[in-house]
């Protein structure tokens, strides 16, 4: 068996310094998710949206979202979004302006995001992985608007948690057909074909150009549930 070299072996007290920080940080990771369930329990419905940080006001994007968070808003859903600017912002924007709450699950960067001014609750993190979990814990529906490697990474997250049955199923709606055509002609003609995935995973969402498809889409889902309802549903999703 190899052996560190001298030169990459740590000494006793900087073994010991590294695991007291490590072990300190669990108190911090703990404190996120308390922080985030005690703020974030009584926003059932919500509607976790996703997108871009680099879109401006002018984007059609941003427009889409803002009206499409409006909507939802007023239809009875919290809209939660990441709390930056760009799509988040245009998330946290239209719902403000219904009547349900504008959630910001915001994140601490090295070179951006700072919170957008158009949030009823604000619960900031220091850890990516805690605040997947909020994402995901109270969410009645997702709706993923044209973005980077965070949108996709959002994105593989709910597919992949209800694919191997770790999340019931909710409406994944994917906004912007000319966007997302690339990516979906993929999962087809690599992914399906390769055996990667089943067929049947491409169910999993759905892709729309119409944003007031978005709030039916997902009152389709839940079709001869109330309100109620689907906050009893997402109570139990937090079982799993």
Not at 49 to 65: C, E, L, T, V
């Amino acid at each position: 068996m190899r052996q560190l070299s001298d030169k990459n072996k740590m000494s006793r007290d900087e073994r010991d310094k590294s695991l007291t920080r490590d072990s300190w940080k669990i108190f911090q990771i703990m404190a996120e998710f308390v922080d985030g369930f005690q703020q974030l329990a009584d926003i059932t419905p919500s509607v976790s949206i996703f997108g871009s940080a680099r879109f401006k006001p002018d984007n059609p994007h941003y427009q889409a979202a803002e009206h499409i968070s409006k909507l939802l808003s007023d239809s009875g859903f919290a809209v939660v979004s990441g709390g930056g600017p760009g799509i988040m912002e245009a998330a946290n924007k239209g719902a403000l302006a219904g009547k349900s709450a504008s959630v910001g699950l915001n994140i601490k960067l090295p070179h951006e995001q700072s919170g957008n001014g158009y949030q009823d609750i604000s619960v900031n993190f220091k850890y990516f992985f805690a605040r997947k979990v909020m994402f995901v814990k109270y969410a009645s529906a997702y709706v993923v608007m044209p973005g980077g490697f965070g949108t996709l990474d959002e994105m593989a997250e709910i597919l992949t948690l209800i694919q191997t049955g770790k999340s019931k199923p909710i409406p994944i709606i994917l906004y912007g057909s000319s966007f997302w055509e690339g990516l979906i002609d993929w999962f087809t003609e690599s992914l399906v074909k390769e055996g990667t995935i089943s067929p049947k995973d491409l169910d999993l969402f759905s892709v729309t150009d119409d944003p007031q498809q978005v709030v039916d889409t997902i009152f389709d889902f839940y079709e001869g549930v109330d309100i109620e309802g689907i906050v009893n549903q997402s109570q139990l999703m937090m079982e799993l």
